[in-house]
Structure formats: C-alpha cells, structure tokens
C-alpha cells in the first residue's frame, strides 16, 4: 500500500532513470487509468515531450514535461510507476505505458485499478498542490504550526492525521505508528490532546517517517511496525495485547495500555 515514503522511494528512482527522456508516445490499456483525461488528450500533450522533473506532494506524483504539461500518479492502493528496459514487455497488469525515444517505457502498473493519471497544465498542478497541508518532512511542517493546526480540531486523532489537508501524505500505517510512538489514542479529539503530547506526536511523525523512508529507499521488505496489522499480539513496550477498531471506513491498531483514552 504505497504511503509518502513508498511514493518516495518511486520519485527518487524516476529521477534517476527518466529525467531528461523524451517520450515517443503513450499507450492506454484501460481507460479508467486515465481519468478525468482521455487517451487522446494524454497522447497529444505527451507526445514528443522532455521529463523535466519529478515531484512528490503528499502521495501524489508529479512528472513535468516541456511544454508546461504536468502528469499527476496516484498510486492508490497497487499502482507503481517504474521503467521496464524494453518497450515491448510490459507486465499484465499495465494501465499506461509512455514509450521512451530510447526504447524503454515508462509504465503505470495497477492490478487492481484503482490508481488515477491525469493530464494538468502548471496552474492546475499548482492548485493541486496548494490545497494539501504541510510536508510532513518540509522546513514548513513545524510543532508550532502543528499543535495551532490541532487545537482548532475537534477530529479523532487518526482521522486527523490522515486528513491531507493537516498533513500531506500521513497514511493509515504510519499514522497509526506515530500515535503509538507518542503514546496518543487515535479516537482522542486532537483538542483535548496535551500540548507537550501534540509536540511529541509531531516529532514522532518525522522519526516515523524518515525511518520509512531510508528503509524503502534502501531496499528492506517492510518498516519494523509497532502496532499497525498485529492485532492481538503483545505490544512490544508493554506486553498489552494490541487492538484493532475501525476508524473512517479503516482499521486503527493501538496499544490499549500505552496509549489510553486521556492525554
């Protein structure tokens, strides 16, 4: 399930394959991995065009091309964006493919379909990327702006975290792993949270974060997870045995000990 640092790890592999590439042309082998665009539009705003850079905000991915057209990659749940080094294997479950003047492509992978690609001009991707919150790993993200952020909320404390428009790119996983560093219960309304709990949950947001990071970027299988998918195994701070209960349409995973309902 890609979150900000699987959609990372992606970007900084973009960078170091395609940036520079010229696109010959792109393919669509389902319709509903090009949406609100068409076809006929990706085709004819891509065609012939330079990457010229790669940019992730939140979860989002941004390919710019010359010519001031923007692709925007949400992943969703299965989806990848990688290169293939010959434009004529591309896996089954590929939605895009931008053949490169090279030979290789550049491919939009989801088995299950549910990733989105679209089609934007720069002031549409500006847009886009002003209407999410903070970088959580940007100089912007700071415990100030944060704990102002989260006193003016009367949201669960997951489900605030997971709103992009607080914190761009905090997903179900890492959420949930954040909380239980600083010892937050994810139902607690984030206005009834302690300031020095809320200044220890934006640093526990980081840590958590840019230890994801490296560890995607480094090629390790999975991030060492305190809490998230280990129902009813023992919390490895306490012995409690940890919970799951649903929260906004998800499952949560805390410790009912090291993270009980008062801040």
């Given at each position: 399930m890609p979150e900000l640092p699987e959609v990372e790890a992606v970007c900084r592999e973009l960078r170091r394959q395609v940036l520079g590439a010229e696109i010959a042309r792109s393919r669509v082998f389902r319709r509903s991995g090009v949406r609100p665009a068409t076809p006929a539009l990706l085709a004819r705003r891509t065609r012939g065009r330079t990457i010229t850079a790669v940019d992730r905000r939140g979860k989002n991915i941004f390919l710019h091309l010359s010519g001031g057209t923007v692709l925007?990659?949400?992943?969703?749940?299965?989806?990848?964006?990688r290169?293939?080094?010959?434009?004529?294997?591309r896996p089954a479950a590929t939605r895009v493919s931008f053949e490169l003047n090279d030979g290789r492509s550049l491919i939009f992978e989801d088995p299950r379909a549910l990733g989105v690609l679209d089609v934007l001009s720069l002031p549409e991707a500006a847009t886009m990327m002003a209407a999410l919150g903070p970088e959580?790993?940007?100089?912007?993200?700071?415990?100030?702006?944060?704990?102002?952020?989260?006193?003016?909320?009367?949201?669960?404390?997951?489900l605030f975290l997971m709103d992009q428009s607080h914190v761009a790119g905090l997903g179900n996983i890492y959420a949930a792993?954040?909380?239980?560093?600083?010892r937050v219960h994810p139902a607690r309304p984030m206005n009834r949270v302690f300031r020095s709990k809320l200044v220890a949950l934006h640093a526990a947001i980081v840590e958590v974060l840019r230890e994801?990071?490296?560890?995607?970027?480094?090629?390790?299988?999975?991030?060492?997870?305190?809490?998230?998918?280990?129902?009813?195994?023992?919390?490895?701070r306490c012995g409690a045995r940890i919970r799951r209960m649903?929260?906004?349409?998800?499952?949560?995973?805390?410790?009912?000990?090291?993270?009980?309902?008062?801040?």
């Amino acid at each position: 399930m890609p979150e900000l640092p699987e959609v990372e790890a992606v970007c900084r592999e973009l960078r170091r394959q395609v940036l520079g590439a010229e696109i010959a042309r792109s393919r669509v082998f389902r319709r509903s991995g090009v949406r609100p665009a068409t076809p006929a539009l990706l085709a004819r705003r891509t065609r012939g065009r330079t990457i010229t850079a790669v940019d992730r905000r939140g979860k989002n991915i941004f390919l710019h091309l010359s010519g001031g057209t923007v692709l925007r990659v949400h992943l969703r749940m299965t989806g990848d964006l990688r290169v293939v080094g010959d434009a004529r294997l591309r896996p089954a479950a590929t939605r895009v493919s931008f053949e490169l003047n090279d030979g290789r492509s550049l491919i939009f992978e989801d088995p299950r379909a549910l990733g989105v690609l679209d089609v934007l001009s720069l002031p549409e991707a500006a847009t886009m990327m002003a209407a999410l919150g903070p970088e959580p790993l940007g100089e912007e993200f700071t415990a100030g702006s944060f704990v102002m952020s989260a006193q003016r909320s009367r949201k669960p404390a997951k489900l605030f975290l997971m709103d992009q428009s607080h914190v761009a790119g905090l997903g179900n996983i890492y959420a949930a792993e954040a909380l239980f560093r600083a010892r937050v219960h994810p139902a607690r309304p984030m206005n009834r949270v302690f300031r020095s709990k809320l200044v220890a949950l934006h640093a526990a947001i980081v840590e958590v974060l840019r230890e994801a990071v490296e560890a995607v970027c480094e090629g390790a299988d999975d991030f060492p997870r305190q809490v998230y998918g280990r129902e009813d195994q023992p919390c490895f701070r306490c012995g409690a045995r940890i919970r799951r209960m649903p929260q906004g349409g998800r499952s949560t995973y805390f410790c009912p000990h090291c993270q009980k309902g008062s801040a």
